[in-house]
T-cell receptor, first 113, second 114 residues
């Protein structure tokens, strides 16, 4: 079954700290791994994505680490800010193009002062 | 572009009533997705279309749910009859040429069935 398991369900981090969210997948055919960010009352929006040909991708304070052998990937938010408080979803899909995404269950991140 | 547009944003209806949710995808996008979000089950893909044709409806929970895409700029998700357990946020999303793998979500339709 095509599942993506995400943890933790919720996370509280102090301002300036590092937020880490983890995901694991089962289908070895998956080759596209995005993270979506969702603010209250809004739809999810793409934050950052990675393909398995690299082990890490960084965009500003956001980094995806990818471990192909372990079938795991994680999102790291450096210098976490209150504005980062949102729900984060990992996802995975097969192939290039528009293969349907399988989403993780989401992590509610709260950054406290 | 205005993005994916959904209506209504909020709907409260009584059990047994028909509910119709509407979606206008981003112009030029040829993929359209309907998702449902609940606290218990997260984001679930209900159905998706390519070039107005339903490709995969395996996520549609029951025969009470139906979706149509009569043209490239409009889709509906209908629930008839509605039940309290259908209460959720329903998202429409689209993807197409120039968007890469990015799926663009609307702001959702918040449905409460009482």
């Amino acid at each position: 079954q095509q599942q993506v398991k995400q943890s933790p369900q919720s996370l509280i981090v102090q301002k300036g700290g590092i937020s880490i969210i983890n995901c694991a997948y089962e289908n070895t055919a998956f080759d596209y791994f995005p993270w979506y960010q969702q603010f209250p009352g809004k739809g999810p929006a793409l934050l950052i994505a990675i393909r398995p040909d690299v082990s890490e991708k960084k965009e500003g304070r956001f980094t995806i680490s990818f471990n192909k052998s372990a079938k795991q990937f994680s999102l790291h938010i450096m210098d976490s800010q209150p504005g980062d408080s949102a729900t984060y979803f990992c996802a995975a899909s097969r192939s290039f193009g528009n293969e349907k995404l399988t989403f993780g269950t989401g992590t509610r991140l709260t950054i406290i002062p | 572009d205005a993005g994916v547009i959904q209506s209504p944003r909020h709907e409260v209806t009584e059990m047994g009533q028909e509910v119709t949710l509407r979606c206008k995808p981003i112009s030029g996008h040829d993929y359209l997705f309907w998702y449902r979000q609940t606290m218990m089950r997260g984001l679930e893909l209900l159905i998706y279309f390519n070039n107005n044709v339903p490709i995969d409806d395996s996520g549609m929970p029951e025969d009470r749910f139906s979706a149509k895409m009569p043209n490239a700029s409009f889709s509906t998700l209908k629930i008839q009859p509605s039940e309290p357990r259908d209460s959720a946020v329903y998202f429409c999303a689209s993807n197409g040429p120039g968007a890469g793998n990015t799926i663009y979500f609307g702001e959702g339709s918040w449905l409460t069935v009482v």
